[in-house]
């Protein structure tokens, strides 16, 4: 079937039995041919993908996962040529048919295992599955059917040996560790592909292989036979997937995707029970948990999520407390509980309550991944507890109101199992052919949620971006992809629930309702209101265009811009000009009202003619808008205002993104411009002239800040959000250059503002740019993935932790700036520093953030051993310090990204306690992504990476203390240093959780995984 090799990124897929669908000969079971006749009703229900349940022939003891013939049809369900026509009739209605490929066991029915154990011990015949001549073997290993179960071996008489079977003793376990039978499993790969099915569902993968002293659950050698089969797909049918069925937790789910070259896709079986924990206890925490334990995934990989399947609803990825809540809320009766999961189809768990279906399904609709919905919960079927095992969640479809719900037109005591026939689910009130006809319907419901879904590639395959609003009761998150923005807002309780969302990143933009095609109120700076009903939801598209248009620019399609009506003689300001600044284009282009009132505007004629500077702030913050006029253009889709000189009409837009600017703001250095209004903006050479920039370059944006490199040979940084200059990089590397320190870029020249209050702020600075630079962490990766702590490493640890006390040694000494040098410590210092800590500390608890309310005592203590009185002196440091910011040139340590304020002033071990922290950081990113690493021992790995990274810490500690002991700012008692940097480090992580949660809710999750940490 042509299309896009990623098709099962986009898919929304539908599970269902053979036998339970559409009986077509009256036989009492559905066949092949009654499922080919019901296409069209899946075509019109949305689905593009069908997951068919075991179709083989099988003594069907478990349903058809004791397969006796992996290339057969059941005869009960039809002939090869009823699937082939099956599959063509699919295709032409765009449904791609993916098939269960049950590669862990077999029936023992099977003529494989029949011909094993029979032929002799040793033999080629016998080694194609595990036995063993007692059954201790394998001690560690987990009885997964405990229900049924006491062992995973089982006595054959006529082998005269135990075999292994990790499900029913009728399933003997494939032994993956013979070739022959990896070839076989492929043969039959190979079949089903040229039947044409276009994907397979790998059945109990994580099982495949066995070795001793391990718990045979996710082996590199499982792995191993994962990429075996994944060549082969890749090389012969490359538009054919894998979808892994593994029920484990999210770090070893996510290894059966591989680098890329395993499953295509996994179930993500942890998520599935926390939505229903999440709803149960009307708090997101464990979806957001589970959610931020879930690893990134290789590109192109996807998950496959759902609510509910063919069996229990599992609870084995969940702690004992969790599945006690869970029963106790959702399996209330012990007939509704099997092994460890609950067997009751979606609408009896939710009690048939509407609101909770349409909030369930709408999140498995928006959530990252591939929805898998199980047949007859679109129409809200119910199931039979009264049905032995599973099967109670396996009845018949349920049609229309006829006999037999309209499955089967055989006598009802002749079908496989019988139809629901209770007053709430049973086929005469709940069947399809009521609810296509009732507009209002759970059926026409879900029609119209799948059809928005598929016209939004974000659900798909964008990205998930956590929100954290105080209220836990709703849960909202974001979806991105290819510059479309979805924001997904839910009510897990049972009572209406109002929220305020920071959408101040997205100010400016209108939230489409997807699923009503409703324009609800622009989004500003301040807090978005939103009011959700009882278990109510919304889709939003936050769109620029609230009409949707996706047309080119047309003036008419552009917002209403205001206009800056300037004089003929040149550019020039007037007091309406200003306002119209003030009032419409500082909204638009900094997207808040908040940032303050324009306080000067310059016109840079010295440098450009068309070229303005505007300074925006109050109180404490000055913000930096440069402008470029655009005459007798063609419209500008990036305008923040239209202009007009007389009858010449052009646009203004925002010069911080034009290549242009950067270079002739190193000319006004160079020329020493100054340019007045109220205030005062000066370009200055701060070092020798620099040449006219022949080349420009975006380097990509810092915080607050655009940056530009010129020649590949300087990098000018424009400041949208201006520093003061005391807390600047300019300050620290004016200082140290007047110290001679050398291990730091040269700035070449600077721009300036003195507001009208006389101080003095940063507008752009041109410093030295190191092209391609390697920077320490990168090195240490690099170490850390060759997994041996050589001399390279040690001699990196002591090279950076002399350059750091050089470092120190320049900010402690005074210079021509009274921000530098050194002062002692007093004791109502470490009191400031304690307080300012607890206070941190307090604001997250109050803000609600999970896992800093887990551990507030565990930091509290840790803060409290903060010495009362130490003997040493402040001065400034870093600040910022991190490996990343410090690049080695030739080996040699160069220390960028300063920025540290007066008033954080402190001790310079704060940076020896941020680099011990960088360091931390990257050994847990490197075990974590050892994780996804078929051959390493994730043991053996962590170890060993612990080792090195805690040898390269000891070394860098040691020569530290070395290099700075002549300092007044190192505390001659090594207690008393320890425990200031252990202060330093908790204060840090702190910080980045304050950080995280007001600018990155992104990287929320890890800030907070790095504060625990450091507070075991």
């Avoid at 001549?133 to 008489?157: H, L, M, Q, V």
């Avoid at 990509?700 to 300087?714: E, H, I, K, P």
Wanted: glycine share 6%; net charge negative.
């Amino acid at each position: 079937m042509p299309g896009d090799p990623q098709w099962y990124r986009d898919a929304v897929v539908y599970q269902t039995h053979v036998k339970a669908f559409r009986d077509s000969n009256g036989d009492g079971i559905g066949d092949v041919n009654g499922l080919t006749s019901r296409l069209d009703y899946l075509a019109e229900l949305g689905v593009t993908a069908l997951w068919l349940l075991p179709f083989f022939p099988s003594p069907l003891r478990d349903d058809g996962y004791d397969i006796a013939d992996y290339t057969g049809v059941h005869p009960a369900y039809g002939t090869l040529e009823d699937v082939h026509r099956l599959v063509a009739e699919a295709h032409d209605r765009g449904i791609r048919v993916i098939a269960e490929l049950v590669v862990n066991h077999t029936s023992d029915e099977h003529p494989w295992f029949q011909r094993a154990r029979r032929a002799e011990r040793g033999s080629p015949e016998r080694e194609w599955y595990v036995w063993s001549d007692d059954d201790r073997k394998y001690a560690g290993t987990r009885i997964i059917f405990t229900d049924t179960e006491w062992s995973n071996w089982s006595w054959d008489p006529v082998a005269g040996q135990y075999y292994w079977h990790r499900f029913f003793s009728h399933q003997p376990d494939l032994n993956f560790q013979n070739p022959e039978v990896i070839g076989a499993i492929t043969d039959v790969m190979r079949f089903w592909s040229k039947v044409g099915i276009d994907g397979f569902r790998l059945d109990a993968v994580p099982y495949l292989c066995e070795r001793e002293g391990t718990n045979n659950e996710n082996l590199p050698e499982t792995h191993g036979v994962i990429k075996i089969l994944r060549a082969v797909l890749e090389n012969e049918f490359p538009d054919r997937i894998f979808l892994a069925e593994a029920n484990q937790w999210p770090e070893d789910l996510s290894s059966y995707f591989g680098d890329g070259d395993e499953c295509h896709m996994c179930f993500h079986f942890p998520l599935m029970p926390r939505l229903f924990m999440a709803v149960a206890d009307e708090d997101r925490y464990p979806i957001h948990d589970i959610l931020r334990q879930t690893p990134p995934i290789p590109e192109g990989c996807q998950w496959a999520v759902f609510l509910r399947n063919h069996d229990e609803l599992t609870l084995e990825m969940v702690s004992d407390r969790e599945r006690e809540r869970m029963n106790a809320v959702y399996a209330i009766e012990p007939k509704m509980r099997i092994n460890v999961g609950i067997r009751r189809r979606l609408a009896p768990l939710l009690e048939n309550d509407r609101r909770r279906i349409e909030l369930m399904n709408g999140l498995l609709m928006s959530m990252p991944g591939t929805p898998v919905i199980y047949y007859g919960d679109e129409i809200g079927m119910g199931d039979n507890l009264f049905l032995k095992d599973r099967d109670g969640v396996r009845t018949p479809m349920q049609w229309s109101p006829d006999r037999n719900g309209g499955f089967s037109d055989a006598d009802h005591i002749r079908l496989y199992a019988p139809v629901v026939t209770d007053p709430t689910y049973g086929y005469e009130a709940v069947n399809v052919e009521t609810q296509a006809r009732t507009p209002t319907s759970l059926l026409n419901w879900m029609r119209r949620t799948i059809a928005v879904r598929k016209a939004s590639r974000a659900f798909g395959r964008g990205t998930l971006t956590l929100l954290y609003p105080s209220n836990r009761r709703v849960l909202a998150y974001l979806r991105e992809f290819d510059g479309e923005t979805l924001l997904v807002v839910a009510n897990l309780a049972r009572t209406a629930q109002a929220v305020q969302l920071d959408l101040s990143a997205f100010a400016g933009r209108t939230p489409f309702e997807m699923l009503g095609s409703t324009a609800f109120p622009p989004i500003a700076t301040s807090p978005y209101a939103v009011t959700l009903g009882p278990y109510g939801f919304f889709w939003f598209a936050l769109v620029r265009d609230p009409s949707g248009a996706a047309a080119p620019i047309r003036s008419s399609a552009l917002p209403e811009l205001p206009t800056v009506v300037v004089p003929r003689a040149g550019l020039a300001f007037d007091r309406w000009a200003r306002a119209v600044i003030d009032s419409d284009i500082v909204p638009l282009a900094l997207g808040a009202s908040e940032h303050g009132h324009v306080r000067d505007a310059f016109v840079a004629a010295e440098i450009d003619p068309a070229l303005a500077f505007v300074v925006v702030g109050d109180g404490l913050r000055r913000i930096s808008l440069p402008l470029r006029f655009v005459w007798d253009a063609p419209v500008r889709e990036d305008a923040v205002a239209r202009a007009r000189s007389g009858p010449r009409e052009g646009w203004i837009v925002d010069a911080g993104g034009d290549a242009s600017t950067a270079p002739l703001v190193e000319r006004a250095m160079r020329a020493g411009v100054v340019l007045r209004d109220e205030g005062r903006m000066t370009f200055a050479l701060e070092g020798s002239p620099m040449p006219e920039a022949s080349s420009s370059q975006r380097l990509g944006s810092a915080t607050g800040a655009r940056r530009w490199v010129l020649d590949d040979a300087r990098l000018v940084t424009l400041h949208r959000q201006m520093p003061r200059l005391r807390n600047s990089g300019v300050a620290f590397l004016r200082h140290l250059h007047e110290r001679g320190f050398a291990q730091a870029p040269e700035l070449l020249g600077t721009a300036t503002y003195v507001d009208t209050d006389r101080e003095t702020w940063v507008v752009a600075t041109s410093q030295r740019y190191v092209p391609h630079p390697i920077d320490a962490e990168g090195s240490l990766r690099d170490i850390l993935r060759a997994g041996a702590a050589d001399e390279r490493l040690l001699r990196s640890a002591t090279n950076v932790a002399d350059a750091l006390a050089a470092l120190h040694r320049a900010l402690a000494t005074p210079g021509s700036d009274p921000t530098f040098g050194t002062r002692p410590i007093e004791d109502a210092d470490l009191a400031a520093w304690r307080a300012a800590a607890g206070d941190d500390l307090q604001a997250l608890v109050a803000a609600g953030v999970e896992g800093v309310v887990a551990v507030r005592e565990r930091v509290a203590a840790a803060l409290a051993k903060l010495p009362p009185h130490v003997n040493a002196a402040s001065a400034r440091a870093h600040g910022r310090l991190t490996l990343h910011r410090v690049l080695l040139v030739g080996g040699v340590p160069v220390f960028v990204g300063f920025g540290e304020t007066v008033d954080d002033r402190s001790s310079p071990l704060k940076d020896v306690a941020s680099l011990a922290r960088s360091f931390d950081a990257v050994a847990r990113e490197s075990i974590l992504a050892s994780a996804h690493d078929p051959t390493a021992d994730p043991l053996e790995t962590r170890a060993t990476t612990r080792s090195i990274v805690a040898r390269a810490l000891a070394t860098f500690f040691e020569r530290y203390a070395i290099s700075a002991r002549d300092l007044p700012t190192l505390p001659r008692d090594p207690a008393q240093r320890d425990a200031m940097v252990a202060f330093f480090r908790v204060q840090s992580a702190l910080r980045d959780v304050r950080e995280a949660l007001s600018r990155r809710p992104a990287d929320l999750a890890r800030a907070v995984d790095a504060l625990q940490v450091e507070c075991p």
